[in-house]
């Protein structure tokens, strides 16, 4: 079948299903990009600095969604890969229901919560309100966000990179003219930029569901199939709360981190905001492999091909490194260059701030890129906790770190402390893969099959 793992080669399985999450990973960073650029460039840096404090709250609802759809595509990708189609649609209506429910109460939750959040965090006054705002709007579009991705995950469950990445870029196009017509032509400031990032959201997570509607039977579900199958409830919670939970974890982190950038006052804000901008864009390559190196493992623990799953593993790996380091040599070069696309060049400081935060961070890229390839393999084989252990870990040092190192070296010790936490992680995973590796040799391979349980 179309989207099969568990067959071929797995280089060019592994590099065909990636290019297009790639390029979707890059357009998504290029949609917040561009809301930066423009609400830089058009209003100032203080609207940029709104977007900044607003982003990592903003990103820790977003990504608890995309938690649970990652979750759930895991375990849609096992069931795919097992052969077991008609599992695969009781998943599909178990997970949307439950998801649904849980984003309408979040969405809720979290529109009373901002301007709280916004307080505790330190934002300066001069940007509280128009950042309050801007998270309202956001939070109000919540639904939209989780519909998008998890019909875009449930997707590439079955082997399909391609559609989601269509749909992006429809949504990444259509963001960028709405949010100049908006800020540009309407004057709307940082509300027009979060308008427009939610209507293009909504359109995008439209077609997405229509185009599995008219084109995938086999994960569309009609009125009639909409039940919570109860054998599936509780793996599905299981595989979709950890992932979730790990996913904020991560943003909580970087929320923590953001609050000791804060009081180093506006331009250091405004700075903070263009450098993980440019992180999260660089780093983009590096995540999609995350994602594919978990779907290809998931079908293929599905298909009980074990053997595949480590060549795919290893492959990852070097494919990583050969991006990271030409990311590296690209950002440590043109560092500048970079930071004057989010601010004017009367605005030195800024620039100058981002230059040294971005030269250092570029030679950290590597390490980010195996722990991408770590948390992939062990969400594709189901150890979820492993995940999450080293993801709670990394954080915990990053964010401790960061208060330590920031009053000496500003933010510039962020990356710093990031770099700590990344090699940390490296190392309990590695360990953790060592052994699983290790374990695996010791047994003949005939006989691998019947004792893999004892190791998952």
Do not use: H
């Not at 649609?89 to 979290?110: D, H, P, R, W």
């Not at 974890?249 to 263009?274: H, R, T, W």
């Not at 961070?361 to 969400?379: D, E, P, V």
């Amino acid at each position: 079948m179309k989207g099969d793992m568990t067959q071929g080669s797995s280089s060019k399985i592994l590099i065909t299903f990636t290019l297009p999450l790639i390029f979707a990973n890059i357009f998504q960073q290029l949609y917040n990009t561009t809301d930066a650029i423009i609400v830089g460039r058009f209003i100032g840096k203080n609207a940029l600095a709104s977007v900044g404090v607003a982003n990592p709250i903003m990103s820790i609802a977003i990504f608890f969604i995309l938690g649970i759809c990652i979750g759930t595509s895991l375990l849609m990708s096992e069931l795919f890969g097992a052969g077991k189609y008609k599992d695969l649609k009781k998943e599909v209506s178990t997970a949307l229901i439950i998801g649904i429910a849980f984003t309408l109460v979040m969405s809720i939750i979290c529109i009373f919560l901002s301007r709280w959040i916004l307080v505790i965090t330190g934002t300066p006054k001069e940007i509280l309100n128009s950042a309050d705002i801007f998270l309202k709007i956001i939070f109000g579009g919540l639904i939209f966000s989780f519909l998008y991705n998890f019909y875009s995950s449930a997707l590439r469950a079955i082997g399909d990179s391609k559609t989601p990445l269509i749909f992006l870029l429809f949504s990444c196009i259509l963001n960028g003219i709405l949010c100049v017509i908006f800020i540009v032509v309407f004057k709307l400031g940082v509300t027009g930029s979060a308008i427009a990032t939610v209507i293009a959201q909504g359109i995008s997570s439209v077609l997405c569901i229509l185009y599995v509607y008219i084109k995938i039977p086999l994960i569309s579900i009609n009125l009639s199939e909409f039940i919570i199958d109860t054998s599936l409830i509780k793996k599905t919670i299981q595989y979709s709360w950890v992932t979730a939970l790990q996913q904020t974890c991560l943003y909580i982190g970087k929320l923590l981190v953001q609050g000791a950038v804060n009081p180093f006052g506006i331009n250091a804000i405004a700075a903070y905001n263009s450098v993980t901008r440019v992180d999260s864009f660089m780093l983009a390559p590096a995540d999609s492999f995350s994602t594919s190196i978990g779907t290809y493992c998931a079908q293929n623990k599905g298909g009980r091909k074990f053997d595949r799953i480590i060549a795919g593993y290893k492959k990852s790996n070097i494919i990583v490194t050969a991006y990271c380091i030409t990311a590296a040599l690209v950002v440590f070069l043109g560092a500048e260059k970079i930071m004057s696309l989010f601010v004017s060049g009367s605005e030195k400081e800024v620039i100058l701030i981002g230059v040294k935060y971005l030269m250092p961070m570029s030679i950290f890229y590597i390490l980010s890129g195996f722990c991408n390839i770590y948390q992939g393999f062990f969400r594709g084989i189901g150890k979820l906790r492993v995940t999450f252990i080293a993801t709670v870990m990394q954080i915990f040092i990053r964010v401790a770190a960061s208060y330590i190192l920031s009053p000496y070296l500003g933010i510039s010790g962020v990356c710093y402390a990031m770099a700590l936490g990344w090699i940390f992680m490296i190392i309990y995973e590695g360990l953790t893969c060592k052994n699983y590796f290790k374990e695996i040799k010791q047994l003949d391979l005939s006989d691998y099959n019947l004792e893999y349980r004892k190791l998952s």
